[in-house]
């Protein structure tokens, strides 16, 4: 398996344009999260989907952030308008149940650069 | 919200010696996990200790965990320069309305030749 695949890799963007980040998880993984990192605020959970359906999105920051998984090897995360702040580097992770012994693959991340 | 804390913030050792890095973490856990972050990439999952287990080896890695002081800690025996990297501590929420991990802000390691 190639692992979780995440696209692009490197995104730049003037503020107020959309932004789409893309992921695939590894085939057979029951879950999916988003996760945001910065140097300031370290590893935040954004969102996470089981079996294609979102259980906590309690870690979006505000309505011009969205997420869908419209099938279990597709999940895209939206930014609409994007602002300097959202600059992070964005991490798709995969797993297969919870508490499976292999823990979380994640992917390469989108690092996004807003400008 | 981050659950766990790693300590210390950054660790410089030289090969061959071995690292210790700690992690508090402050609600009840069904399993604590850690990953290892090289600059640029993905995390990468190292090992899972299950809340009714104290010690759990691979490799050159060694965890314990202390579910009364809420703590673990990550050794890395006989290090190599390969292993400079972040290193983060992971906790699941222990609730009963889903499951995803919670990271700390992680230790930075640094191995010299």
């Known amino acids: 398996d190639a692992g979780v695949i995440q696209s692009p890799r490197h995104e730049v963007t003037e503020m107020g344009q959309e932004v789409t980040l893309r992921c695939k998880p590894i085939?057979?993984?029951?879950?999916l999260f988003w996760y945001r990192q910065t140097m300031m605020r370290g590893l935040e959970l954004l969102i996470y989907?089981?079996?294609?359906?979102?259980?906590?999105d309690s870690g979006m920051p505000e309505d011009r952030f969205s997420a869908k998984m419209p099938n279990a090897s597709f999940s895209t995360l939206k930014i609409q308008p994007s602002e300097p702040r959202d600059s992070a580097v964005y991490f798709c992770a995969s797993s297969l149940f919870e508490g499976a012994d292999g823990g979380y693959t994640f992917g390469s991340g989108t690092r996004l650069t807003v400008v | 919200s981050q659950q766990g804390e790693e300590d210390p913030q950054a660790l410089s050792i030289q090969e061959g010696e071995n690292a210790t890095m700690n992690c508090s973490y402050k609600t009840s856990i069904n399993n604590l996990q850690w990953y290892r972050q090289n600059s640029g990439r993905g995390l990468v999952h190292l090992i899972l200790?299950?809340?009714?287990?104290r010690e759990k080896h691979s490799g050159r890695l060694r965890v314990t965990l202390d579910t009364s002081k809420k703590s673990s800690s990550l050794l890395i025996t006989a290090s190599r320069a390969a292993d400079t990297a972040s290193y983060f501590c992971?906790?699941?929420?222990?609730?009963?309305?889903?499951?995803?991990?919670?990271f700390g802000k992680g230790t930075s390691l640094l191995v010299t030749p």
């Open positions: 992971a906790t699941d929420a222990n609730s009963n309305s889903g499951y995803a991990l919670n």
């Open positions: 085939s057979g993984h029951d879950y």
């Open positions: 200790i299950r809340s009714n287990e």
């Open positions: 989907f089981n079996n294609n359906v979102p259980i906590d």
